[in-house]
């Protein structure tokens, strides 16, 4: 679809419009109807033929980043398919194995088949490079959805899948992962002397601007699950890993 296309655009608005929830509904339902609204513009927008057209695009590009980081299947889904809307090379060839890896119940066979190991990759070695982030934020946002029953094993299946990463690739995905933390803390110089740190975070913080307690939590939870998995060991000298190494000062003391 082109972007001069403005009937189809505003009958999909028009079905945006509709499946918006009125304020007094509960807020459970009110989250469901935002979420299919937002998965309905972007499948409008994964429609055009020419995305860089389309007014205000880098903005987009950048929502379509972020949300290939959140919790929602179906989000991350409709996201990736407005990142494939752009015909990347490097991206081509492996929409079918991403396609697996967004959806549940061939998860953990997508995860075989997309071999990313120095010893077995499926991936060209020119294409690495801009291809491994988008694989990493999907992974990311897989590993913070839950999934029933199957989330303990989705996310062991991942952890198992990271060691695959080379440590540059690796580091990526901590800085995904513990991005909004440092942030928040503003550390620029990485110390594993807890008392530093500690003084660090009393001096930066500014209650403003300020981590929800659901997001702390999910970044705890990240941090013990982590802690316990081999593959933190190949970033021992990655500046991420003083996050891990507090948690794990403060186990033994």
Same mark, same amino acid.
């Given at each position: 679809?082109?972007?001069?296309?403005?009937?189809? +655009?505003?009958?999909?608005?028009? !079905?945006?419009?509709?499946? !918006?929830? @009125?304020?007094?509904?509960?807020?459970?339902?009110?989250?469901?109807?935002?979420i299919d609204?937002?998965?309905?513009?972007?499948? !409008?927008?994964?429609?055009?033929? *020419?995305?860089?057209?389309?007014?205000?695009?880098?903005?987009?590009?950048d929502i379509? *980043?972020?949300?290939?980081? &959140?919790?929602?299947?179906?989000?991350?889904?409709?996201?990736?398919?407005?990142? /494939?809307?752009?015909?990347?090379?490097?991206?081509?060839?492996? /929409?079918? %194995?991403?396609?697996?890896?967004?959806?549940?119940?061939?998860?953990?066979?997508?995860?075989?088949?997309?071999? +990313?190991?120095?010893?077995?990759?499926? =991936?060209?070695?020119?294409?690495?490079?801009?291809?491994?982030?988008?694989?990493?934020?999907?992974?990311?946002?897989?590993?913070?959805? %839950? =999934?029933?029953?199957?989330?303990?094993?989705?996310? #062991?299946? =991942?952890?198992?899948?990271?060691?695959?990463?080379?440590?540059?690739?690796?580091?990526?995905?901590?800085?995904?992962?513990?991005?909004?933390?440092?942030?928040?803390?503003k550390i620029?110089?990485?110390?594993?002397?807890?008392?530093?740190? &500690?003084?660090? +975070?009393?001096?930066?913080?500014?209650?403003?601007?300020?981590?929800? @307690?659901?997001?702390?939590?999910?970044?705890?939870?990240?941090?013990? +699950?982590?802690?316990?998995?081999?593959?933190?060991?190949?970033?021992? $000298?990655?500046?991420?890993?003083?996050?891990?190494?507090?948690?794990? #000062?403060? !186990?033994? $003391?």
């Amino acid at each position: 679809m082109e972007e001069g296309s403005e009937d189809e +655009i505003e009958q999909d608005n028009s !079905t945006v419009i509709e499946n !918006t929830a @009125p304020q007094d509904a509960p807020r459970n339902i009110r989250r469901k109807k935002a979420i299919d609204a937002l998965k309905t513009l972007l499948e !409008t927008f994964a429609r055009f033929s *020419n995305p860089k057209n389309i007014k205000r695009e880098s903005e987009l590009k950048d929502i379509y *980043n972020e949300l290939l980081k &959140c919790d929602q299947d179906t989000l991350r889904t409709a996201a990736f398919y407005c990142i /494939v809307a752009y015909r990347y090379s490097f991206l081509a060839p492996y /929409v079918d %194995y991403f396609a697996k890896l967004l959806d549940s119940k061939q998860f953990r066979e997508g995860l075989v088949l997309f071999s +990313i190991s120095d010893e077995n990759s499926v =991936v060209q070695s020119g294409h690495r490079e801009e291809l491994i982030p988008y694989l990493l934020k999907i992974l990311y946002g897989s590993l913070s959805s %839950y =999934v029933m029953v199957r989330a303990v094993a989705r996310r #062991n299946a =991942v952890l198992t899948y990271l060691r695959g990463f080379q440590p540059n690739e690796l580091q990526l995905f901590f800085e995904i992962m513990f991005g909004p933390l440092l942030d928040y803390i503003k550390i620029n110089e990485f110390s594993t002397d807890l008392e530093q740190l &500690c003084e660090s +975070i009393v001096t930066n913080y500014d209650s403003s601007n300020t981590l929800s @307690p659901k997001k702390l939590k999910r970044l705890v939870y990240f941090i013990i +699950i982590l802690h316990k998995k081999p593959v933190i060991n190949i970033l021992e $000298n990655s500046k991420c890993t003083v996050i891990l190494k507090t948690r794990q #000062n403060f !186990t033994e $003391n």
